[in-house]
């Protein structure tokens, strides 16, 4: 087992070198160790065809009306299952051809992401209402607020670049312990809807000619975008990064689900709400509790939205 293992690795290696020749006998650049990449990286991209171009740095109101808690809940429990076979395929087209790719797929995306500054501002004015509901905002607040976001994400991503992998594994530890420090004190202290109301009382409230399509309508899609390029031995660790993140956000969204539709409180009321979410953290009773958990929605979603 050992001899065919080194002859494996010998027939490899000649390979190898074979593609990084042929890559630059066709006046392909080499890659350099300024990119940090590792030799697996480099054969790839030559094999390919590709060039080098980056470094490795290290609405929920819509599925309340269309289908209501038990619509939500079960058309979010099939569209994970049937995206799973998708992230198994890409996946498996990663591990094949690393490259940068899901552009189009994500364009609807980057564009809504466009508008996460008024989101954020908006979470202000609702962390500001917990407290002062007297207290009424003006566009130009509004606009300064979102300006000042703005400022933030374009200092980030343009001087601080080499800081985004804190950042980004700042926002991993952080997604984890905002979904901890927000569902538990929801599961204490906010009174409970009905298990059937929130796993079998579909809702049409959309105005569509049947639920079924109503329940569609409010379907949740999953997208990704990925950067191979700038991450070691990207045919083997982003297949990997792909199918682990969606088993754990999937894990981490049925029971964030759940907990949102049974602490939520009436369906008609959550829909009437100009902020859904403000009430779901208003039912646990306290107004300290309902600030605090604004708060880490506040400074998680601004890590998640912006880098």
Same mark, same amino acid.
């Given at each position: 087992?050992?001899? +065919?293992?080194?002859?494996? =690795?010998?027939?490899?290696? =000649?390979? @190898?070198?074979?593609? %990084?020749?042929?890559?630059?006998?066709?006046?392909?650049?080499?890659?350099?160790?300024? *990119?940090?990449?590792?030799?697996?990286?480099?054969?790839?991209?030559?094999?390919?065809?590709?060039?080098?171009?980056?470094?490795?740095? %290290?609405? #929920? =109101?819509?599925?309340?009306?269309?289908?209501?808690?038990?619509?939500?809940?079960?058309? !979010?429990?099939?569209?994970?299952?049937?995206?799973?076979?998708?992230?198994? =395929?890409?996946?498996?087209?990663?591990?094949?051809?690393?490259?940068?790719?899901?552009?189009?797929?994500?364009?609807?995306?980057?564009?809504?992401?466009?508008?996460?500054?008024?989101?954020?501002?908006?979470?202000?004015?609702?962390?500001?209402?917990?407290?002062?509901?007297?207290?009424?905002?003006?566009?130009?607040?509004?606009?300064?607020?979102?300006?000042? *976001?703005?400022?933030?994400?374009?200092?980030?991503?343009?001087?601080?670049? %080499?800081? #985004?992998?804190?950042?980004?594994?700042?926002?991993?530890?952080? +997604?984890? &312990?905002?979904?901890? /420090?927000? /569902?538990?004190?929801?599961?204490?202290?906010?009174?409970?809807?009905?298990?059937?109301?929130? !796993?079998?009382?579909?809702?049409?409230?959309?105005?569509?000619?049947?639920?079924?399509?109503?329940?569609?309508?409010?379907?949740?899609?999953?997208?990704?975008? @990925?950067?191979?390029?700038?991450?070691?031995?990207?045919?083997?660790?982003?297949?990997?990064?792909?199918?682990?993140? *969606?088993?754990?956000?999937?894990?981490?969204?049925?029971?964030?689900?759940?907990?949102?539709?049974?602490?939520?409180?009436?369906?008609? &009321?959550?829909?009437?709400?100009?902020?859904?979410?403000?009430?779901?953290?208003?039912?646990?009773?306290?107004?300290?509790? &309902?600030?605090?958990?604004?708060?880490?929605?506040?400074?998680?979603?601004?890590?998640?939205? %912006?880098?």
């Amino acid at each position: 087992m050992t001899l +065919h293992n080194e002859q494996v =690795s010998e027939e490899r290696k =000649s390979i @190898n070198g074979e593609i %990084r020749e042929a890559g630059l006998e066709a006046g392909l650049p080499s890659p350099t160790d300024e *990119y940090g990449e590792t030799q697996n990286d480099v054969n790839d991209m030559l094999r390919l065809g590709k060039k080098q171009e980056f470094k490795n740095y %290290r609405s #929920l =109101s819509v599925g309340l009306i269309n289908g209501g808690f038990a619509g939500l809940f079960w058309v !979010f429990i099939g569209t994970v299952i049937c995206y799973s076979s998708i992230v198994a =395929s890409l996946a498996e087209m990663e591990s094949m051809a690393p490259t940068s790719g899901g552009w189009m797929s994500s364009l609807g995306w980057i564009a809504s992401l466009a508008s996460s500054v008024f989101v954020l501002a908006t979470l202000v004015e609702a962390i500001i209402d917990i407290r002062n509901a007297d207290f009424s905002f003006s566009s130009w607040q509004y606009t300064l607020i979102m300006i000042a *976001y703005l400022l933030i994400t374009i200092v980030f991503n343009t001087w601080g670049a %080499r800081l #985004l992998p804190i950042i980004e594994t700042t926002s991993l530890f952080g +997604h984890l &312990a905002g979904f901890l /420090i927000t /569902i538990i004190p929801l599961w204490v202290m906010a009174p409970k809807n009905s298990t059937r109301s929130v !796993f079998l009382d579909v809702i049409n409230n959309g105005g569509w000619s049947n639920t079924g399509t109503s329940c569609l309508i409010a379907q949740v899609s999953v997208l990704y975008c @990925n950067l191979a390029e700038e991450v070691e031995d990207a045919s083997i660790n982003v297949p990997r990064a792909m199918w682990w993140s *969606y088993i754990l956000n999937v894990f981490l969204g049925i029971i964030t689900l759940i907990t949102m539709l049974f602490c939520i409180g009436p369906l008609d &009321a959550a829909i009437e709400s100009p902020a859904p979410y403000l009430s779901l953290f208003l039912n646990t009773g306290s107004e300290a509790m &309902a600030t605090a958990l604004m708060i880490i929605l506040r400074m998680f979603t601004n890590l998640t939205l %912006r880098y």
